[in-house]
T-cell receptor, first 111, second 115 residues
Framework: GESVGLHLPTLSVQEGDNSIINCAYS??????FIWYKQESGKGPQFIID?????DKRQGQRVTVLLNKTVKHLSLQIAATQPGDSAVYFC??????????FGTGTRLLVSP | KAGVTQTPRYLIKTRGQQVTLSCSPI?????VSWYQQTPGQGLQFLFE???????NKGNFPGRFSGRQFSNSRSEMNVSTLELGDSALYLC??????????????FGNGTRLTVT
């Protein structure tokens, strides 16, 4: 069946550090992946996406890496700030915008 | 441009009642999806609509239904509420629902509590 899982439920970093959030997916046929950030009391906020024909994609302070060989996805946040504290979800698009979400990783940034 | 708007933000209902949640997508977006978020099950897909047609449905009982209007606004309905229906219901919209071309943008959800 379809499943997207996260390795670490909580990640604590110091302000200014780089953060890496990992995600494993099981559907090798999936060709589109998305990272979302969810703050308390809000809906998931789109961060960055990547197609399976790419290995890496960069945004502002964020980079997503995709390793199709081992079905692994990661989100790198450079110079992490307190405002980055949130729960991060990876999601796999299985068609017609049916997203399968991971369980989420809570990122805690200490000043 | 205004984001996805969901109303109401909070609802408290009693078991056995029914509830209707409303969603206004981002202007120009024609695809609307609904998700349920609970601490135990995480984010789960309910259904997706495009041009007033349901194109995809998740594994939820028939008590969960939805519709989309000609202006792309959407509603979802839950009948005969159960305690387990307590959750955050999220609506998301995208331009056309196509794979990889227009990511989903979520609203802030409706928090439903069933007592």
């Amino acid at each position: 069946g379809e499943s997207v899982g996260l390795h670490l439920p909580t990640l604590s970093v110091q302000e200014g550090d780089n953060s890496i959030i990992n995600c494993a997916y099981s559907n090798s046929a999936s060709d589109y992946f998305i990272w979302y950030k969810q703050e308390s009391g809000k809906g998931p906020q789109f961060i960055i996406d990547i197609r399976s024909n790419m290995d890496k994609r960069q945004g502002q302070r964020v980079t997503v890496l995709l390793n199709k060989t081992v079905k692994h996805l990661s989100l790198q946040i450079a110079a992490t700030q307190p405002g980055d504290s949130a729960v991060y979800f990876c999601a796999e698009n299985t068609g017609f915008q049916k997203l399968v979400f991971g369980t989420g990783t809570r990122l805690l940034v200490s000043p | 441009k205004a984001g996805v708007t969901q109303t109401p933000r909070y609802l408290i209902k009693t078991r056995g009642q029914q509830v209707t949640l409303s969603c206004s997508p981002i202007s120009g977006h024609r695809s609307v999806s609904w998700y349920q978020q609970t601490p135990g099950q995480g984010l789960q897909f309910l259904f997706e609509y495009f041009s007033e047609t349901q194109r995809n449905k998740g594994n939820f009982p028939g008590r969960f239904s939805g519709r989309q209007f000609s202006n792309s606004r959407s509603e979802m309905n839950v009948s005969t509420l159960e305690l387990g229906d307590s959750a955050l219901y999220l609506c998301a919209s995208s331009l056309d629902g196509g794979l990889g071309d227009s990511p989903l943008h979520f609203g802030n959800g409706t928090r439903l509590t069933v007592t």
